[in-house]
């Protein structure tokens, strides 16, 4: 049986646009209610990200023929959460920096008071930690940030799901 030669780039822009923009919509809608920062956002997106990875693995697979190797399972979940983090990491720029330049401000003091809560800093030490925090939360910083922790989540995320979603042709013994 010959093995179908389909390039994974197509399917996982794809595929990366749209997980990219579901993002962006919990994004959204955490900070139009008021709660940038919040963790339920960021599991909602993790929960997205591993879904959107799936269902991208899925339908490489068809375009395949239902045949798929770990490997290429594993190059569709990457570059479908490469190209989403691309698209996430540019909204995450233009909402610090063009549309709410304030949002820098409200992290760096989220972030003062998730250390003060969690108490494991020493109160002399928290500022020089918020402080050291800031130095990342410049919107091209974060913009770059964004590109190379997504991508490396997708890389996480695509090791387990390909497990799942590879295919291997069965064996035809006939002769």
């Not at 691309?86 to 709410?100: E, H, N, R, S, W």
């Not at 809560?117 to 410049?138: C, L, N, S, W």
């Not at 989540?153 to 013994?173: A, N, R, Y």
């Amino acid at each position: 049986m010959e093995e179908k030669s389909i390039s994974p780039w197509k399917s996982s822009l794809t595929y990366g646009l749209y997980l990219g923009i579901a993002i962006i919509l919990i994004s959204v809608i955490f900070y139009v209610t008021g709660n940038p920062f919040a963790k339920s956002a960021q599991w909602i997106s993790y929960g997205v990200m591993i879904a959107g990875v799936i269902i991208a693995q899925f339908s490489y697979r068809k375009l395949l023929g239902e045949v798929m190797t770990y490997s290429q399972a594993l190059a569709i979940g990457v570059l479908t959460m490469l190209f989403a983090s691309v698209i996430t990491g540019f909204f995450t720029y233009l909402l610090y920096a063009i549309i709410d330049p304030s949002l820098q401000e409200q992290l760096r003091l989220s972030i003062e008071e998730q250390l003060v809560k969690q108490g494991r800093v020493p109160e002399e030490q928290i500022d020089m930690a918020v402080e050291m925090a800031a130095k990342f939360q410049k919107p091209a910083i974060m913009f770059v940030m964004s590109i190379l922790s997504g991508t490396f989540v997708g890389l996480i995320i695509s090791l387990i799901t390909s497990i799942f979603t590879q295919k291997k042709p069965k064996e035809d013994f006939s002769a």
